[in-house]
């Protein structure tokens, strides 16, 4: 046994839980415990030997927990929390040229984006969401409001051919999303990516640049892919290829490439993402809310082609909720194949956890519960009443419980959660911001 009060065994927390999901490894550990010292995992080990072990600064018990990792919501806008349900039941060009872009017109700006991504973080950390990959206008607001916020970010550095309230044309997006860049990076818990919206909305030309920035910066490139069947057809006739073959040529697909929604996909397109190493972010209520379809991740999967799970903005969802689509996920892959076994409970908590970080070129720091990884955490209570009783707690997770049942929740080792309350956010100040929001565009969506 290590000597009393030692520095080693002196940490700053030790998380004790009923029982631990291990999704590198499927497995389960009970009555098992984590030991973070300057936000590390440090160790893993039997709650009563740490006891006997360790003497921390502070202990935390969940003897009723589900303790997994932080979920990464490989896909959002998080700003549009502000646009939350203005459009529904629209489908996709409908709602983006109608509807979404119009009122983005008139509103968005850097105050819109630092509250609504403030808005955005609130909910995505009170239901376990510890890390995001973000694709929006103004991104040194949506920095300063994770910064707030405690969370862990992907900046998309979105990049655009038409004019909008934050930029003039493509190389002014791109000026300025490196700007942001520079000015950011030396955060801890925020990088940022490259984010050309779409091949619909982006030029060859603005393509090659971002290809070259990618490879310079050794950065994510963040991109919407073959969503509707509208888009291929259109596409088609505008650059006599599918979307995909077209990113192919130009050199933009890599294993730093995710493409978001990837619901029309041939062989040969899955045949290209597999072979150039891309990952896929799924959105499965997006998908379906817009009408779009129903992606097929079964042969995705079968492809080796790694899935992560976006919760699209809160404008097309409406919810940013990752037990939501974990739990559709699975549910809809069962369903599209007639096959129940496909998308297993482990495999769903995966992709919302370490496929997430994978894709980000994070599964060295965070993604799974493992020593020498970063402390970011969901605590889940699975002793209530409509969850009783509980024999399998991960197949649970996916199939029982919701984000109301998450309790805790740590990024970098700092406590976000505590029994179900925000610690480092004003939320009086954000209802206000809120408030104010909703009377304005409430106002022009009635003019």
Known sequence: MPEAHSPSNTPELIIH??????????????????VIDKGIIKDILPSQQARESYAPAKQVDLQEHLLIPGLINLHTHAAMSLMRGIADDQPLMTWLQE???PAEAAHVSHQFVKDGTRLACAEMLLGGITCFNDMYFFPEAAAEAVAESGMRATLGMVTLEFPSAFASDAQDYLSKGLAARDAWRNHPLIQFSLAPHAPYTVSDASFEKIQTLAAQLEIPIHIHVH?????????????????????????LLSPQTI??????LNDEDMDNLALHGCHVAHCPTSNMKLGSGISPTTRLIHHNINLGL??????????????????LASLLAKGSTHDAAAIPAWHALQMATLNGAKALGLEKTIGSITMGKQADLCAVRMDSLELSPCFDPVSHLINCTGREHVTHVWVNGQCCVFDKQLLLMDTASLKNSVRLWQNRIGSSLKS
Not at 227 to 251: F, I, N, S, V, W
Request: proline share 1%; glycine share 8%; with cysteine.
């Open 17 to 34: 839980a009923r029982w631990i999901a291990q999704v590198e490894t499927q497995s389960l550990l009970e009555h098992h415990c984590v």
């Open 99 to 101: 509807h979404i872009w």
């Open 227 to 251: 969503e509707t069947q509208d888009e291929l057809t259109l596409h088609q006739e505008a650059h006599g290829c599918r979307p995909l073959t077209r990113l192919k040529h130009l050199g």
């Open 259 to 264: 493409g978001v929604h990837a619901v029309h």
């Open 310 to 327: 976006g919760t699209d903005g809160a404008a097309s969802n409406n919810r940013l909720d990752l037990f939501q689509e974990m739990r």
